[in-house]
């Protein structure tokens, strides 16, 4: 099956600071998605991103779909950020989401 | 409802037990689907169910396992004969469509298997 890769695996900054995370996937997608995983657990959705840029506020995402990747970039960053951010992906073969493994983020005040 | 509700938010359960985790997906989605994520770990697909056809399965760890959902509404995840390797947090989804959607979650049943 597909197999999803995200980078890095843990970052720590501090508040202010610009982040990039990527999610490299292994085959053609359907759609992609951006998960920001607070510290209580709960899944949250930021960007639903087969292909294209998009933007809210802070965050950003690029998706090359033909180079098999996406990136999300956080700006200015703050306390509330930190937690973990998942990629997902389904791929062209099945309607099955596959999770990458996330990145850990942790803004330091 | 306006979410992806699953109840209880919290069980915990003796070694042995059976359990019925529940998810409402929100109104009119046609797919849901089930992940379970251990602590510290990402999330691992279980099940995914799409309208009325055939649910795909193929993530279901064991045969103690097994999940059902009525129609495009509720859908149970049971499991049987629990063991301390079934403690997890399991998630819901659902979406609109199968592909092409965006998808939403629940806030996840926290079981502890003691």
């Known amino acids: 099956g597909i197999q999803v890769e995200q980078s890095p695996p843990d970052l720590i900054l501090q508040e202010g600071a610009n982040s990039t995370l990527r999610c490299n996937f292994s085959?053609?997608?359907?759609?992609l998605q951006w998960f920001h995983q607070n510290p209580w657990g709960q899944l949250i959705n930021l960007f639903y991103?087969?292909?294209g840029t998009k933007q809210n506020g802070r965050l950003s995402a690029t998706t090359v779909a033909t180079e098999r990747y996406s990136l999300l970039y956080i700006s200015s960053s703050q306390t509330t950020d930190s937690g973990v951010y998942f990629c997902?992906?389904?791929?062209?073969?099945?309607?099955?989401?596959?999770f990458g493994k996330g990145t850990r983020l942790h803004i330091l005040p | 409802g306006a979410g992806v509700s699953q109840s209880p938010s919290n069980k915990v359960t003796e070694k042995g037990k059976d359990v019925e985790l529940r998810c409402d997906p929100i109104?009119?989605?046609?797919?849901l689907y089930w992940y379970r994520q251990r602590l510290g770990q990402g999330l691992e697909f279980l099940i995914y169910f799409q309208g009325n056809s055939a649910p795909d399965k193929s993530g279901l760890p064991s045969d103690r396992f097994s999940a059902e959902r009525t129609g495009e509404s509720v859908s149970t995840l049971t499991i049987q004969r629990t063991q301390q390797e079934d403690s997890a947090v399991y998630l819901c989804?659902?979406?609109?469509?199968?592909?092409?959607?965006?998808?939403?979650f629940g806030s996840g049943t926290r079981l502890t298997v003691v």
């Open positions: 997902a992906v389904e791929s062209n073969r099945d309607d099955k989401i596959i």
């Open positions: 989804a659902s979406s609109e469509g199968p592909a092409n959607y965006g998808y939403t």
């Open positions: 991103i087969p292909s």
């Open positions: 085959d053609s997608v359907n759609n």
């Open positions: 109104s009119g989605h046609t797919a």
